[in-house]
Structure formats: structure tokens, C-alpha cells
């Protein structure tokens, strides 16, 4: 019920000054124009930041190049989401995109056409994405192969299939930024930066209001399982007590210290860590074990 | 063989439909324990083997062999009478095993015969020496992530 509340109202201020408050600017042109564009880097962003776990057929081959094909079904309290097509196919793909506009979807979740993507996509963690990164990361995804698959509608109902709305819950619902404090030291800033900006930890392991927004005061504290029974842990020291070797550990072999081994989602994610530098593992782990303690709500 | 084993299935079933009649049943908390306690010892054995794997602990070959073959016994467990339809997530207790184990037999059952194949392969590598030791575990591991990620539910 109060989902219907939040959304309408939402939607009626959309309506009224949503125009004008969400209407979504283009990127400069020159965005990133003086970055050199390096594929290798490219290919560490794209593991980093997941985007073959959803964008990839759910029943694609493991081996090989990954193919962008989009076809991924997200449930959620408001419908189910399809995963589209990002492929460089320029028909059914992404293939006949530049760099800005390429950087406006995943940084700002807007569309060529200037629609606003649902908060599905990630983006909220992406905006925290350097500029260098979106461009090797736009490098690596023109090496992979194009598939001319078609896009398949998401199954949203009333008031929630309405793109207009997205721009008011953007300005009421997405941090701006990042969510904890600045760290001094490099290495928890790295951390910061993986788990906030790429790697969208929080994306399942924060709790979310009616209307879908992450609870920022319950930071990593776990969240009921969108797609089926049980949660999504509390990783926060609160609940997790494992040493950051321990993290790390799980993060490349998905082994715990009690040598249970990951289930679920996580193994997707700790596929996609393990490509990464040892040291960006360490990063994470040293993030993790800092976050301020908050017990599961 | 796949007919006898969905039929053994339907049968394990019914018997254990058989002892239902009160709110909790026996047979089938049963059935979700046992198999939590095969899991147990096969993480036991594979933690054994990682933490030599790591260089934590410092090889021994008759301690590896050991392990790989309580680990590989343990794998090769007769699945029919411990995966027990109507024991998913939120019907039995305890249990997180997700109900795509009985809709996918076929599936599971392939995840499992994996971590048959590499534990088996685990037992030569483990006398070898710690590479090839090193390399098996790879293996190992994979089969393990393998089936969780499809057919085990997070924490209730």
C-alpha cells in the first residue's frame, strides 16, 4: 500500500515540476577527449563493475568472449526487468553509440533520447566511475561480439512504466555520490571506490524502502532476497567477523574460513573479483572490514 | 538409469509422505540434516586440502591422500535418499536447497557427478605433490561454486 502512496505522489510532482527539475542535460561532447583509451584496463573496469552478470544471456556459455546480448530477467517489488542488449550490434546493440552517449547511460542512467532508465541498471553505483574508466571501458566492449538479438519489454505495470516518474525518484532516492565518508588512506579509498562505484555491493546487500531506494543508514546491514526466499547476509562487522585475509579468500575462491563455499548471486560476483589484481581484492576487503557495524534489521 | 533414479525419487517421496501427518516431519528434517552433515564432512576434507593448498599448513602427502578420499567417498553418496522432494527452502527447516534441484534433476544431477569427477581426481593429484595439488583444487572449488550458485538458496 504505501508503495502505491510513495509513487503516486512521486508521480504527481513528476508531473507538475518533474519537467523541468528532470529533464536530463547532455554530456559535453569532449567528454574524456584527452584520456587514451586502453582496452586491457577496459576489460579489468567491465569485471569490476559486473555488467556481463546481467547483460549476458543467463544460460550463455562461460567460456569464450562474453556476448552482450541483454535477455537477463530481474524480479523485483515492481515488475521484472529485462537485461537489453548492449552488444556492439548497431541495430539491436549499442554498436552506433559514441563515448558521451555511451557515458550519460551508465554514469547518469539517460538514454540517447533522454528517457531515464529504472534504477535496475545500476547506475546509481556508476556515476561514481572515473572518466577514464567509462572510456576503456567503452574501448573493451566495442572487442566483443556483436549479436543482433532483439530487446525484450520489461513486464511493468501502472504507475511504474512511466519514465517521467524515474526522474523525481532520481533527485528524492539516489545518494549523490558516495555513500561513506572520504578515507585518507589509498587503499580504503580504492575499496570505496570498487565496492560504491563499480562493483555495486550495496545494490544487494543494502536494504530498500518501499519505493526502492537503498536505505543509506542501514549500509551492507542485508536485505531480503529479491529473487526467491531467504536474505542477502549482513556483511557489515556486525554480523561478519572473518579477517581480511578471509575476505580475500572468498572474494578469489569463494571459500570461507569454515570452508563452506559461496552460493547464489555471490558466485557471480566473486567469478568477476577473481579477474581482478590481488590488490584490488585487498582493497575490497579492507573496505568491507571497516564499515561501521550495523546489526541486521 | 535416469528413470530408475526419478523413480527411486517418487518413492523416497511417498514413504517419506508416508510419516507426514504432524506440522514437522521427521523423515523429512531428517533427510535435510544428513545431507547438511555430508556437506560438513565434505568441507572439512576440502579445507584440509585448501589450507595445504594456501601453504597455511605444510604438505604432507598420506594426510592429503587421506583427505582426498573421505572427501571423494563423501561426494559419491547415493543422492536418491537425501535429496528428497518437497525438502526446498521454506518447506523443511533449515533447508536451502533450492526447489530447481527437483524441476532440473537433470542439472544437479551433472553438478554432482562433477564434484565426484574431481574429487576422484583430487585423490592421484593430492599424492603427487602440492602443484598438482594446487591445480586439482581449482577444480574442486569450481564444483562447488557451480552448484551452489543454482541450486542453494542465501541464509534463511
Known amino acids: ?297 | 538409469m535416469k528413470r530408475i533414479f526419478g523413480l527411486s525419487l517418487a518413492t523416497c517421496a511417498l514413504a517419506a509422505a508416508a510419516f507426514a501427518g504432524s506440522h514437522a516431519n521427521p523423515a523429512l528434517e531428517g533427510a535435510v540434516k544428513a545431507r547438511n552433515a555430508q556437506m560438513s564432512v565434505i568441507a572439512y576434507h576440502t579445507g584440509l586440502l585448501g589450507g595445504m593448498a594456501k601453504g597455511d599448513v605444510p604438505y604432507d602427502a598420506a594426510t592429503a591422500v587421506a583427505a582426498a578420499e573421505n572427501l571423494a567417498s563423501a561426494a559419491a553418496m547415493k543422492r536418491a535418499v537425501l535429496w528428497i522432494e518437497g525438502t526446498e527452502q521454506g518447506a523443511v527447516a533449515g533447508s536451502r536447497a533450492k526447489a530447481e534441484i527437483w524441476s532440473d534433476a537433470a542439472g544437479f544431477e551433472e553438478k554432482a557427478v562433477a564434484l565426484e569427477a574431481a574429487s576422484s581426481a583430487m585423490i592421484t593429484a593430492a599424492g603427487t605433490d602440492l602443484d598438482a595439488l594446487r591445480a586439482a583444487m581449482a577444480d574442486v572449488g569450481g564444483s562447488c561454486g557451480a552448484c551452489h550458485k543454482a541450486y542453494r538458496g542465501p541464509k534463511n
Open chain 1, 1 to 297: 500500500m504505501r508503495i502505491w502512496h510513495g509513487l503516486l505522489i512521486a508521480l504527481g510532482l513528476g508531473v507538475a515540476g518533474g519537467l523541468y527539475i528532470t529533464a536530463p542535460a547532455p554530456l559535453d561532447a569532449g567528454f574524456a577527449s584527452d584520456h587514451t583509451a586502453d582496452t586491457e584496463a577496459g576489460a579489468l573496469v567491465f569485471a569490476a563493475a559486473g555488467c556481463a552478470s546481467c547483460h549476458t544471456a543467463p544460460d550463455g556459455a562461460s567460456e569464450g568472449p562474453q556476448v552482450l546480448a541483454g535477455g537477463h530477467a530481474f524480479a523485483s517489488d515492481f515488475g521484472t526487468f529485462y537485461a537489453p542488449n548492449i552488444s556492439p550490434d548497431p541495430a539491436s546493440g549499442i554498436g552506433a553509440w559514441d563515448l558521451p552517449t555511451f557515458a550519460r547511460a551508465v554514469t547518469k542512467g539517460v538514454s540517447p533520447d533522454g528517457a531515464h532508465y529504472y534504477p535496475a541498471f545500476p547506475y546509481a553505483s556508476y556515476q561514481n566511475m572515473t572518466d577514464a574508466d567509462v572510456a576503456d571501458l567503452f574501448a573493451y566492449m566495442q572487442t566483443l561480439p556483436a549479436s543482433a538479438q532483439p530487446n525484450q519489454p520489461h513486464d511493468v505495470g501502472f504507475p511504474f512504466n512511466i519514465r517521467r516518474g524515474l526522474g523525481l525518484w532520481k533527485v528524492a532516492f539516489m545518494p549523490d555520490g558516495y555513500v561513506t565518508p572520504a578515507p585518507d588512506d589509498p587503499v580504503l579509498a580504492r575499496g570505496r571506490y570498487l565496492a560504491e562505484g563499480l562493483a555495486h555491493c550495496a545494490e544487494c546487500h543494502t536494504p530498500r524502502n518501499a519505493v526502492g531506494a537503498l536505505l543509506t543508514d542501514q549500509w551492507m546491514a542485508g536485505a531480503p532476497n529479491p529473487s526467491g526466499k531467504g536474505r542477502v547476509p549482513n556483511i557489515t562487522p556486525a554480523a561478519l567477523d572473518w579477517s581480511e585475509s578471509d575476505l580475500i579468500e572468498y572474494f578469489t575462491s569463494g571459500f570461507t574460513p569454515d570452508y563452506d563455499s559461496a552460493g547464489g548471486e555471490m558466485v557471480e560476483v566473486i567469478e568477476n573479483l577473481s579477474q581482478l589484481p590481488e590488490a584490488d581484492r585487498a582493497a575490497l576487503a579492507a573496505y568491507v572490514a571497516a564499515l561501521p557495524p550495523i546489526p541486521s534489521p
